[in-house]
């Protein structure tokens, strides 16, 4: 038996066979196209390659803005492949010659020239098969329905083995048939990792060998103790037996009860999930739950490699505040960091850059008003179907909500003379995960409904820590509970309402830190729901908080974590 | 119709960004222009076609245009590839 040891990206622990994901690897079936259907068949295709040029240059002026030439001209050349003339004639002559469908005969043309690229002599023009790759994903979209020409097809329950996961490629993965994933590149708290424990599939990374098990057979993918297992007895594999059913049942069923809405003492408390996707959504029972406490609405854009237009958005809105059947939804407005724009953008050039780090949150937003103005626009579309709340990510500035409200107004006014209705009874929120922002949190409230604490960056900008790296042990530093004590009375002073959205929240010991110092709303990931939901009703908050003067006194996030886990242990374990 | 022998002195041949120089000049253009390398001629308007090319460093290609504004569409393309495509 052999165990290759790993980190842990997303927990639970499977058994099955190996898919190896290669790129590119697709075929798209072709079918008849009569005569007299040709003409709509290839403008199927103009208008297509019309939309994803668009959406390229909406990138490359984005790019243009906040970086660059230089980095603008690295999406020329995907601009000039999209919409090449030789390329174009010859899926023309193709459909003709052969009377098959467009996305066959685009897939056909485009597969010639990577081969021709990859005969090449040299490495620097082999490696131009990964913008084909990407126009071809942008292109396909715009001409299929269906999400199923994006990555290879997978024919029985496998643990999935690639270099790396995208994003987009999680998203895109058949869910069903996923079992576990294994990769070389991947952090816990990238966006792949936030989705792979969102879907409840097991995944670890910093996997060196992944040419050694591309040729397993049957492996145990043990993420839970950060362990692969592979040539490995039946004896072995019998031990194994009663974990992985265990985790079966429990991938399987999404809540089992209902979420609990006070804590053992009686304490009313509030237990929200964050979400991406509508996918995401449509698969909660509203009944059991009590709302969204974090409607990523990026993940829009990195499902799309591109910001949906208002109606696209709309729609999303809308059927995520339809699903809630009332219960609030927070929608967070766009907020593009270095890894989600890279996300969304998924060019294989720009995400070897280190420039990005000036970009994100609701300062990105105000510098491009036109995106900003259209998500408000859809958002209030939306929001006669449900309970919707709006929050603003990455706040440094009072005054950046004081803007963002005036063009939430201009928005009302705009829809109120052309007679489309929109709720007048929208809550807004600020995000507070920035050290900047802490120093203005009075003059803050007095401008917002509610605070939501983004313990992921306030770690990042308090304590400094690479975003891929494991964040959970800064939770513990004193500096985190400090500011959250001070987030905590500042709103209590202003009378508005204050929530933890992090990761932070779904971690046991830190939970009952933040209970201590007086939170009582937290929003966790669907996957860590059910078990913070239980640890909510075991709670004691009247004793937990006894532990706030502690918390509050200690240097050392060891100190920290040592008083919480004990607690634990003494009651509620 | 006009051709011109152009040398190619970048650094890594006609790689991305020269290619897309390239095409971006060419395509500004009414006349038809091809470009020639070892035999294979291309469309030189075409960005797909000239990198399956993959013109390597120091080598010499043939530009070829026929149309209204053929001299004038030769000589700013051998000057742009004697400028290095304005990269280097």
Redesign the interface.
Known sequence: MKKIKGVKISPGIVSGPIFYLERGKISVPGHFIGDEDFDSEFERFNTAVQKSKDELTQVRDLVLDHLDEEHARIIDVQLLAIQDEDMIKAVRELMLREKKNVTWAYFEVMENYEKLLLKTYSQFFKERTSDLKDIKKRVIHHLSYKKDFLLPEIFEPSIIIAEKMSPSDLIHIDHKLTLGIITRYGGVDSHAGILARAFRVPYISNIDVIDELVSCGEIILDADNETILLDFTDDVKDSYKSRIRDFRRHREKIISGKVANSAKDGTPYHIYINAGFVDEVKAMNPALIQGIGLFRTEFLCIERNAIPGEDDQFKAYKEVLERMKGLPVVFRAYDFGRDKLLAMLDIELLRADNLFDEWGGIGFLLDNPAILKTQLRALLRASVYGNTQIMLPLVMFAEEVVLTKNMLEAVKAELKSSGIPFSDNIKLGAMIETSSVLDELDELAKHVDFFSIGTNDLALYLIGSGRTLDLTKNYYHPKIFQAIYKIVKAAKKAGISVNVCGEMASDPYALIGLTALGIRSISVSSAALSAVSKEVSKLDVQKCSELADTILNMDSAQAIYSVLKNFYQDNLE | MITKNVKIINK??L???P??AF??LASRFKSDIFLIYNGVR??A?????L??L?V?PGSTVTVEADGVDEVEAVESLDKLAQNKFNLE
């Not at chain 2, 308007?45 to 076609?49: H, T, V």
């Open positions: 890594h041949g790689h991305t960004r290619a897309t095409v971006t291309v469309n308007k075409s960005i797909l076609g990198l399956v993959a390597e």
